[in-house]
Every structure is written in structure tokens, then in C-alpha cells.
């Protein structure tokens, strides 16, 4: 059983910041790619940013300059900080993690539970 927790949304004005956390815990293998993706209302889930278990970082055209992906691999966490926000950048905020446990010969898709974040004045 894996489990991917997010944290970090709020309300925040528009310029500020933001730092959301997505933790991975239960039998875990490896974990390879760490994504985070947001739904805004009436919208379809978008790929926000990613990071390879190497490091390797893309991003959405709409965040780039102002958006950072990391990880902790030691903490099977990965984190989004986020800048210069915008009030388009409201959404429900999902990390997304391709994991392999213990007992998988292959790794899968797990996703969390999401977390809003707000920009409004």
C-alpha cells in the first residue's frame, strides 16, 4: 500500500508564494518520475511540472520562471514552490508518482489526495 499526502495549499494574494509538499510512504521500491498537476474548476487536469529521479525538471509554459519542482529522495517527498502567483493559477493541486513497491515487478501510477491553492485578493 502506498500513500501520497500533499500539504502546503492556502489562500495566498496574487504575487505571493507557496510551498507545496506531496510525502510518499507505505512499501516502496523506487520511485521514479514525481509530477504535480492541477484542476482548476470546469478545466481539465494539466501537468503543472515534473522531476525524474535524476533530477531532470520540465515545465508548463504557463509556470515557467516562476515555478520550482524538487525532491528529497531520502524523504520520498517532492515539493512546489511556487512564485509570482497569479490568480489563474487557482486550482486543486495533485502530485502524482510512478512507484514501484516491494511487491510489484513493475512500477504504477499513485496520486494524491490534492490541495487546494487560492489566489484571490
Known amino acids: 500500500q502506498v500513500q501520497l499526502v500533499e500539504s502546503g495549499g492556502g489562500l495566498v494574494q496574487p504575487g505571493g508564494y507557496l510551498r507545496l509538499s506531496c510525502a510518499a510512504s507505505?512499501?516502496?521500491?523506487?520511485?521514479?518520475?514525481m509530477d504535480w498537476y492541477r484542476q482548476a474548476p470546469g478545466k481539465q487536469r494539466e501537468l503543472v511540472a515534473a522531476?525524474?529521479?535524476?533530477?531532470?525538471?520540465n515545465y508548463a509554459d504557463s509556470v515557467k520562471g516562476r515555478f520550482t519542482i524538487s525532491r528529497d529522495n531520502a524523504k520520498n517527498t517532492v515539493y512546489l514552490q511556487m512564485n509570482s502567483l497569479k490568480p489563474e493559477a487557482t486550482a486543486v493541486y495533485y502530485c502524482?508518482?510512478?512507484?514501484?513497491?516491494?511487491?510489484?515487478?513493475?512500477?504504477?501510477?499513485?496520486w494524491g489526495q490534492g490541495t487546494q491553492v487560492t489566489v484571490s485578493s
Open positions: 507505505g512499501s516502496i521500491f523506487s520511485i521514479y518520475a
Open positions: 502524482n508518482a510512478d512507484i514501484q513497491t516491494w511487491s510489484e515487478g513493475l512500477p504504477h501510477d499513485y
Open positions: 522531476i525524474t529521479s535524476g533530477g531532470r525538471t
